[in-house]
């Protein structure tokens, strides 16, 4: 670290002053949340990430569904079981609750009808969370330092 030069009265007098610590801005610059606007987890996660003055982009899943890719990304990561929302009104009127899906048959129903999604889905550089979970998103920031 080098010194700095300070202005006014002490730059006359020739004195240095020593470089101040700031704290450090989190690595993870931005983040990706899938969701829906009236999604009241979805907007915990907004209002999380951007009261950390995170950016913020949001992909709104009423309007833009979520492209294959990028689905198929967290069904590795989580399995489809795990994106599945069991307590949405999508689950219970498509009847899924009284069928045995596997993984490959969960993952295209998931993908035909984006409402059966646990949500917010949260995307980071490679790091992945999926719903309402601010203890994984403090550990995604903390990974970011």
Known sequence: MAWQRPSGA??????????TDKPRATAIEQVQVFGRRDSRDTQKALRFFRERRISVV???LTTKAMAPAELRRFSDRF???A?????????????L???RLDDRELFERLLSNQRLLRLPLVRAGRELTV???EAAWKRLLAAGD
């Open 10 to 19: 002490r730059a006359a007098a020739g004195a240095r002053v020593a470089p």
């Open 58 to 60: 949001f992909v709104d």
């Open 79 to 81: 399995k489809p079981r």
């Open 83 to 95: 994106l599945l929302d069991e307590q949405s009104r999508a689950y219970v009127d498509a009847g």
């Open 97 to 99: 609750a009284y069928l």
């Open 131 to 133: 719903g309402p979970d």
